[in-house]
Protein backbone atom coordinates (compact mmCIF):
# COMPACT_ATOMS: atom_id res chain seq x y z
CA UNK A 1 0.00 0.00 0.00
CA UNK A 2 1.16 3.45 -0.67
CA UNK A 3 0.25 4.69 2.52
CA UNK A 4 3.16 3.94 5.35
CA UNK A 5 2.47 2.73 8.41
CA UNK A 6 1.99 5.33 11.00
CA UNK A 7 3.57 4.94 14.28
CA UNK A 8 1.38 7.41 16.67
CA UNK A 9 -1.29 8.88 15.82
CA UNK A 10 -5.22 8.84 13.95
CA UNK A 11 -6.52 7.77 10.91
CA UNK A 12 -10.00 8.48 9.56
CA UNK A 13 -11.37 6.52 7.08
CA UNK A 14 -14.34 5.97 5.16
CA UNK A 15 -14.07 9.34 3.96
CA UNK A 16 -17.18 9.95 1.16
CA UNK A 17 -14.39 11.69 -1.53
CA UNK A 18 -16.61 14.91 -2.11
CA UNK A 19 -16.16 15.55 1.63
CA UNK A 20 -12.29 14.84 1.97
CA UNK A 21 -11.66 18.27 1.46
CA UNK A 22 -14.13 19.94 3.80
CA UNK A 23 -12.63 17.75 6.62
CA UNK A 24 -9.42 18.25 5.70
CA UNK A 25 -9.87 22.22 6.19
CA UNK A 26 -12.12 21.30 9.69
CA UNK A 27 -8.89 19.89 10.81
CA UNK A 28 -6.49 22.48 9.88
CA UNK A 29 -4.56 19.84 8.61
CA UNK A 30 -2.32 22.91 6.94
CA UNK A 31 -1.32 23.87 10.37
CA UNK A 32 0.27 20.54 10.96
CA UNK A 33 3.56 20.38 11.49
CA UNK A 34 3.75 16.29 11.73
CA UNK A 35 3.31 14.40 8.83
CA UNK A 36 -0.25 14.00 7.16
CA UNK A 37 -1.41 12.22 4.08
CA UNK A 38 -4.26 12.73 2.41
CA UNK A 39 -5.43 10.05 0.10
CA UNK A 40 -8.30 10.50 -2.15
CA UNK A 41 -10.10 8.20 -4.65
CA UNK A 42 -8.92 4.63 -3.06
CA UNK A 43 -10.53 1.48 -3.59
CA UNK A 44 -13.04 0.31 -0.63
CA UNK A 45 -14.84 -2.76 -0.86
CA UNK A 46 -17.61 -0.63 1.05
CA UNK A 47 -18.02 2.20 -1.13
CA UNK A 48 -16.97 2.40 -4.59
CA UNK A 49 -14.26 5.05 -3.64
CA UNK A 50 -13.58 6.56 -0.53
CA UNK A 51 -11.21 9.35 1.40
CA UNK A 52 -8.75 8.47 3.93
CA UNK A 53 -6.63 11.34 6.04
CA UNK A 54 -3.55 9.77 8.25
CA UNK A 55 -1.88 12.18 10.61
CA UNK A 56 0.93 11.30 12.96
CA UNK A 57 1.17 12.48 16.39
CA UNK A 58 -2.51 13.55 16.57
CA UNK A 59 -5.26 12.04 18.80
CA UNK A 60 -8.77 13.87 18.50
CA UNK A 61 -10.99 15.10 21.00
CA UNK A 62 -14.49 14.48 22.39
CA UNK A 63 -15.54 17.47 20.56
CA UNK A 64 -13.02 17.27 17.07
CA UNK A 65 -15.21 13.57 16.62
CA UNK A 66 -18.14 15.34 16.98
CA UNK A 67 -17.03 18.05 14.76
CA UNK A 68 -16.45 15.38 11.92
CA UNK A 69 -19.38 13.55 12.95
CA UNK A 70 -21.75 16.27 11.91
CA UNK A 71 -19.77 17.00 8.48
CA UNK A 72 -19.88 13.05 8.02
CA UNK A 73 -21.77 10.87 9.93
CA UNK A 74 -19.98 7.09 9.42
CA UNK A 75 -17.23 7.72 8.91
CA UNK A 76 -14.28 5.39 10.80
CA UNK A 77 -11.72 6.72 13.37
CA UNK A 78 -8.85 4.53 13.86
CA UNK A 79 -5.71 5.52 16.75
CA UNK A 80 -2.72 4.24 16.85
CA UNK A 81 0.22 4.42 18.81
CA UNK A 82 3.26 1.88 18.84
CA UNK A 83 2.00 0.64 15.64
CA UNK A 84 -0.42 -0.91 17.27
CA UNK A 85 -4.58 -0.07 16.86
CA UNK A 86 -5.62 0.51 20.10
CA UNK A 87 -9.22 1.87 18.99
CA UNK A 88 -11.02 1.19 16.26
CA UNK A 89 -14.91 2.92 15.80
CA UNK A 90 -17.39 3.90 13.65
CA UNK A 91 -18.09 7.77 14.10
CA UNK A 92 -21.77 8.01 14.82
CA UNK A 93 -23.42 11.79 15.69
CA UNK A 94 -23.91 11.35 19.57
CA UNK A 95 -27.43 12.53 21.31
CA UNK A 96 -26.47 16.09 22.42
CA UNK A 97 -24.06 18.44 20.64
CA UNK A 98 -23.08 21.31 22.72
CA UNK A 99 -20.97 24.37 21.05
CA UNK A 100 -20.34 22.28 17.75
CA UNK A 101 -23.39 24.23 16.02
CA UNK A 102 -24.77 27.19 14.99
CA UNK A 103 -28.49 27.37 15.03
CA UNK A 104 -29.66 29.05 11.94
CA UNK A 105 -32.49 30.84 13.52
CA UNK A 106 -31.14 34.47 13.77
CA UNK A 107 -33.06 35.35 16.46
CA UNK A 108 -32.24 32.34 18.61
CA UNK A 109 -31.12 33.32 21.93
CA UNK A 110 -27.63 31.58 21.22
CA UNK A 111 -26.74 33.96 18.45
CA UNK A 112 -27.44 36.82 20.27
CA UNK A 113 -25.42 36.22 23.71
CA UNK A 114 -22.11 34.94 24.33
CA UNK A 115 -23.29 31.29 25.15
CA UNK A 116 -22.59 27.44 23.85
CA UNK A 117 -25.44 26.06 21.50
CA UNK A 118 -27.14 22.93 22.49
CA UNK A 119 -28.77 20.49 20.11
CA UNK A 120 -30.42 17.10 20.19
CA UNK A 121 -30.45 14.30 17.31
CA UNK A 122 -33.60 13.76 16.43
CA UNK A 123 -32.61 11.47 13.23
CA UNK A 124 -29.49 10.47 11.56
CA UNK A 125 -30.82 13.76 9.18
CA UNK A 126 -32.14 16.48 11.94
CA UNK A 127 -30.70 18.27 15.00
CA UNK A 128 -33.02 20.08 16.86
CA UNK A 129 -31.99 23.52 18.95
CA UNK A 130 -32.73 23.37 22.65
CA UNK A 131 -33.29 26.86 22.79
CA UNK A 132 -35.53 27.59 20.31
CA UNK A 133 -36.72 24.49 19.18
CA UNK A 134 -35.55 24.95 15.16
CA UNK A 135 -35.13 21.40 13.52
CA UNK A 136 -32.12 21.73 10.74
CA UNK A 137 -31.16 19.34 8.43
CA UNK A 138 -27.50 17.66 8.90
CA UNK A 139 -26.52 18.77 5.21
CA UNK A 140 -27.23 22.98 5.95
CA UNK A 141 -25.97 22.47 9.31
CA UNK A 142 -23.52 25.66 9.96
CA UNK A 143 -20.26 24.89 12.43
CA UNK A 144 -19.58 27.13 15.37
ZN1 LIG B 1 -31.85 28.04 18.17
Avoid: W
Wanted: net charge positive.
Amino acid sequence: MMVAALESGSVIDHIPTDKLFTIAQLLELENFKEEVVIANNLDSQIMTRKGLIKIAGKFFSEAEINKLAVVCPNIRLTVIKDYQVVEKRQVTLPDTLTNIVKCANPVCITNNEPMKTVFYRMDTQTLKCRYCGKEQKLKDIKLK
